[in-house]
């Protein structure tokens, strides 16, 4: 994820990141530009058309034409955006969650070793899950006390764990039936936080939907040329080539930001968030 300062706005009209839409777009913007200005040239140059011909006022289809797909474009990042929030406090609560369950934890064990386990597969089911989410599970980054099976899901197997060893402190006599239950109540959190990332990671935006978004704005692009040449002459090739920045821009800003546990320069800084989770645990229990 990209750190910035929102308020030095005018300093983001001359930078272009390597994840910045205009840098991607920039040789479709070159061959585009190209075909309008041939297009221009053959209607201005070979298909003369008097004022009264229907033809020249085929642009007012593309007025709404153009109402219809910023709907739809604005209803594509607001859904892709959604989704990234929707990542954002998921992955807020199972920090809080950490921090609430390391806090409990280190009141209730009395014994040093038992809160070294806690220490040791707390943060390790955030990298956990980290690593299912970006389909990279590293087993060398996992503490070798875990014992973990690195063919099997990775985050349930140390959430398993962490189970095990609360309800084996229960059975011994180390925690009471109460505080079993608070504790639970902190545990179940990490699985829902799970299937929460899972389900975002493993449903996309609807193929259909995706690909009848990035047609109509070819088609619609296209065709600007024939409407517009005749009223704006050879102008037509930098507003064309706006035109379709902005609409492109949209669509590939919306794919990026839909999947937020990526390694894209927008998408969410899990590693930092990794990072706190150990930190702050680690902090705790001593």
Not at 10 to 33: E, H, N, Q, W, Y
Request: aromatic letters at 14%; one cysteine or more.
């Amino acid at each position: 994820m990209i750190n910035y300062n929102p308020k030095d706005w005018f300093i983001f009209i001359f930078r272009f990141s390597k994840s910045d839409t205009f840098r991607r777009l920039l040789p479709l913007l070159f061959a585009v530009g190209v075909y309008s200005g041939t297009i221009a040239y053959f209607e201005l140059n070979y298909i003369k058309l008097v004022s009264s011909d229907h033809l020249r006022n085929v642009g007012l289809m593309h007025s709404v034409l153009g109402f219809v797909l910023s709907l739809l474009l604005v209803f594509r990042t607001n859904t892709a955006y959604d989704r990234w929030w929707e990542g954002r406090k998921i992955w807020g609560s199972l920090t809080n969650s950490s921090r609430n369950l390391a806090l409990k934890l280190q009141a209730s064990l009395p014994d040093a070793g038992d809160r070294l386990f806690f220490r040791k597969t707390i943060p390790s089911f955030a990298l956990a899950l980290k690593n299912s989410l970006r389909q990279n599970e590293e087993f060398q980054d996992f503490d070798p006390v875990l014992d973990l099976n690195p063919e099997e899901h990775m985050p349930n197997q140390i959430a398993a764990a962490m189970y095990q060893k609360v309800n084996q402190l229960h059975q011994t006599g180390t925690l009471t039936s109460g505080q079993l239950m608070v504790l639970d109540q902190e545990i179940r959190t990490f699985t829902e936080v799970t299937g929460a990332s899972e389900r975002i990671k493993n449903t996309p935006i609807p193929f259909t939907y995706s690909v009848f978004i990035k047609k109509f704005i070819f088609f619609y692009v296209m065709t600007l040329p024939f409407g517009w040449a005749y009223s704006m002459g050879y102008f037509v090739v930098p507003v064309v080539m706006l035109i379709l920045y902005a609409m492109a821009s949209l669509e590939l800003i919306a794919e990026e930001i839909e999947n937020p546990f990526g390694t894209d320069d927008n998408d969410l800084p899990l590693d930092q968030i990794c990072l706190n989770i150990k930190k702050h645990v680690e902090e705790l229990l001593k």
